[in-house]
T-cell receptor, first 114, second 114 residues
Framework: EADIYQTPRYLVIGTGKKITLECSQT?????MYWYQQDPGMELHLIHY???????EKGDLSSESTVSRIRTEHFPLTLESARPSHTSQYLC?????????????FGPGTRLTVL | AQSVSQHNHHVILSEAASLELGCNYS??????LFWYVQYPGQHLQLLLK??????LVKGIKGFEAEFIKSKFSFNLRKPSVQWSDTAEYFC????????????FGAGTILRVKS
């Protein structure tokens, strides 16, 4: 079944640790996105990709980085986590050919940095 | 600033009450409009979408929304809510001129009392 997978679902780590949030999709989509979501706030786009070797920064500045080596995989990395990075991170994908940008979302990773 | 506004952050209704959640956006030009829903512990999923044509669109689970271009609005409605409609609802706008990036509202948390 076509889906979007994110691991881990929950992560609690100490300040200064390097972390990678995983996102994989079996939707066959070229476009992928990372959003940051805080309680009671809108989703903010932090990174997106149109395909392999394509990555762009989103509207919200983020200290995280992303890579897109395989179409189905779009990991997000924080080199040195800080408490200000505590948030929920949502991965999404959509068809490249579609102008309408209907996006499909993964379950999210809730990150807590102590 | 250009944005997507959802009028109420928290709504509490009794079962069988009618629902209307407001969404206004401040973009000109061609837009595509979406309502997403996030049930407790689940993925963000598409409820309904407007691309073109009939401004009254019907989605899953008896929801509908009306696009009123002159009012820059896309309000979500349901004639009779059920306890299972308890969730968070997000309005989103895809603006063609912005490189096809979705902009989300802050969400409305709906609680339906049984």
């Amino acid at each position: 079944e076509a889906d979007i997978y994110q691991t881990p679902r929950y992560l609690v780590i100490g300040t200064g640790k390097k972390i990678t949030l995983e996102c994989s999709q079996t939707m066959g989509h070229d476009k992928m996105y990372w959003y940051q979501q805080d309680p009671g706030m809108e989703l903010h786009l932090i990174h997106y990709s149109y395909g392999v070797n394509s990555t762009e920064k989103g509207d919200l500045s983020s200290e995280s980085t992303v890579s897109r080596i395989r179409t189905e995989h779009f990991p997000l990395t924080l080199e040195s986590a800080r408490p200000s990075h505590t948030s929920q991170y949502l991965c999404a994908s959509s068809e490249l050919a579609s102008s309408y940008n209907e996006q499909f979302f993964g379950p999210g990773t809730r990150l807590t940095v102590l | 600033a250009q944005s997507v506004s959802q009028h109420n952050h928290h709504v509490i209704l009794s079962e069988a009450a009618s629902l209307e959640l407001g969404c206004n956006y401040s973009y000109g030009g061609t837009v595509n409009l979406f309502w997403y829903v996030q049930y407790p512990g689940q993925h963000l999923q598409l409820l309904l979408k407007y691309f073109s044509g009939d401004p009254l669109v019907k989605g899953i689970k008896g929801f509908e929304a009306e696009f009123i271009k002159s009012k820059f609005s896309f309000n979500l409605r349901k004639p009779s809510v059920q306890w299972s409609d308890t969730a968070e609802y997000f309005c989103a706008v895809n603006r063609w001129q912005s490189g096809n990036k979705l902009v989300f509202g802050a969400g409305t948390i709906l609680r339906v009392k049984s």
